[in-house]
């Protein structure tokens, strides 16, 4: 009795706290505002794009590698008979050792190259400005446009690489450049480690501007030397970014094709055929779609573990 009676008491001594709480409920559910409901549709047009043109594709992939696709013709279920078959195929195990060797001539080159030209234009002096546009240009150009050009400078005879090279002595000016392996290669790491070093620049220049420029003083007062101010200060503090370089320059050579494709063709033979140009002659040469797609899946994974590796050898150490 005593109990019922208090239980009455206390509501009626708060009926002001009762009826802010039940108007409370109402507005969380009917609010727009509401944090878990703003949340949702903020993120619903991100996961939409990424499930129509990521996830499905991924899938729609996975079901055709494990198809006897032939792009034109009957579709056959073949099982893990692509997969299987790639331990066997001497020619892509080739195109996978060209692509490395051409990933580890071109990734060094283009990251000294790009800390070399930061370093030249990170000061606000005159005609830094103009330095970096002229650095940059290169990359924006882009390396179809690039390519294209070098197919016609490339020439013997009349391009304008062997007419540089004769005035100065060093060919007879009739290299044919394109037509043998390791010239064809030489050329291509030359032309990439010039149109790729501008956005390295950028990147490392952006971050060397944002270094305070107390800590150069510090040590000017100490009587560091250049060099010194450079491994000490600069390259300490740009670590996560010179890891970021790295790690476009590695993931963006292991899937180099453009540039090859329109030089070389992957020719003479298949001396300059990369993974990807491999593939896409499986694809759109052979018209095996399916082992090609097979073969996507695998560089994809291994692209992946390729970045997650450097992601965990270059991480900044406490």
């Known amino acids: 009795m005593s109990t019922d009676v208090g239980t009455r008491r206390t509501h009626r001594l708060d009926p002001g706290s009762r009826r802010a709480a039940s108007a409370g409920r109402r507005a969380g559910r009917g609010s727009l505002t509401h944090p878990a409901r703003t949340g949702l549709l903020l993120v619903t047009p991100a996961v939409l794009f990424v499930g129509v043109f990521v996830l499905v594709p991924l899938a729609f992939a996975v079901v055709i590698s494990l198809t006897n696709w032939p792009l034109i013709g009957t579709v056959k279920f073949s099982g893990l008979k692509n997969y299987t078959a790639i331990a066997s195929d001497a020619a892509f195990a080739k195109s996978v050792l060209y692509t490395l060797l051409y990933t580890v001539i071109v990734t060094g080159p283009i990251l000294v190259l790009g800390y070399a030209l930061a370093v030249l234009v990170r000061r606000k002096r005159r005609g830094a400005t103009l330095l970096r546009t002229v650095f940059f240009l290169p990359f924006v150009v882009g390396l179809s446009t690039l390519s294209f050009v070098t197919v016609l400078?490339?020439?013997?005879?009349?391009?304008?690489?062997?007419?540089?090279?004769?005035?100065?002595?060093?060919?007879?000016?009739?290299?044919?450049?394109?037509?043998?392996?390791?010239?064809?290669?030489?050329?291509?790491?030359?032309?990439?480690?010039?149109?790729?070093?501008?956005?390295?620049?950028?990147?490392?220049?952006?971050?060397?501007?944002?270094?305070?420029?107390?800590?150069?003083?510090?040590?000017?007062?100490?009587?560091?030397?250049?060099?010194?101010?450079?491994?000490?200060?600069?390259?300490?503090?740009?670590?996560?970014?010179?890891?970021?370089?790295?790690?476009?320059?590695?993931?963006?050579?292991?899937?180099?094709?453009?540039?090859?494709?329109?030089?070389?063709?992957?020719?003479?033979?298949?001396?300059?055929?990369?993974?990807?140009?491999?593939?896409?002659?499986?694809?759109?040469?052979?018209?095996?779609?399916?082992?090609?797609?097979?073969?996507?899946?695998?560089?994809?994974?291994?692209?992946?573990?390729?970045?997650?590796?450097?992601?965990?050898?270059?991480?900044?150490?406490?």
């Open 153 to 318: 400078e490339a020439q013997p005879d009349s391009g304008a690489i062997n007419i540089v090279l004769r005035k100065l002595g060093i060919t007879d000016g009739t290299t044919a450049w394109l037509v043998d392996g390791p010239l064809a290669t030489g050329l291509i790491c030359v032309l990439v480690i010039w149109g790729v070093s501008g956005l390295t620049m950028m990147l490392l220049m952006a971050g060397m501007q944002a270094i305070p420029r107390e800590f150069y003083e510090s040590s000017e007062l100490d009587g560091a030397t250049w060099w010194q101010q450079e491994r000490e200060i600069t390259i300490p503090v740009l670590r996560r970014t010179i890891a970021m370089c790295v790690i476009i320059s590695v993931v963006g050579s292991l899937l180099a094709f453009t540039q090859f494709y329109i030089l070389t063709r992957g020719g003479p033979g298949t001396d300059t055929t990369t993974v990807v140009q491999y593939i896409y002659n499986r694809a759109f040469v052979q018209l095996q779609l399916g082992a090609a797609t097979a073969l996507s899946i695998v560089l994809v994974i291994v692209v992946g573990l390729v970045t997650a590796a450097q992601f965990w050898l270059l991480r900044e150490k406490d």
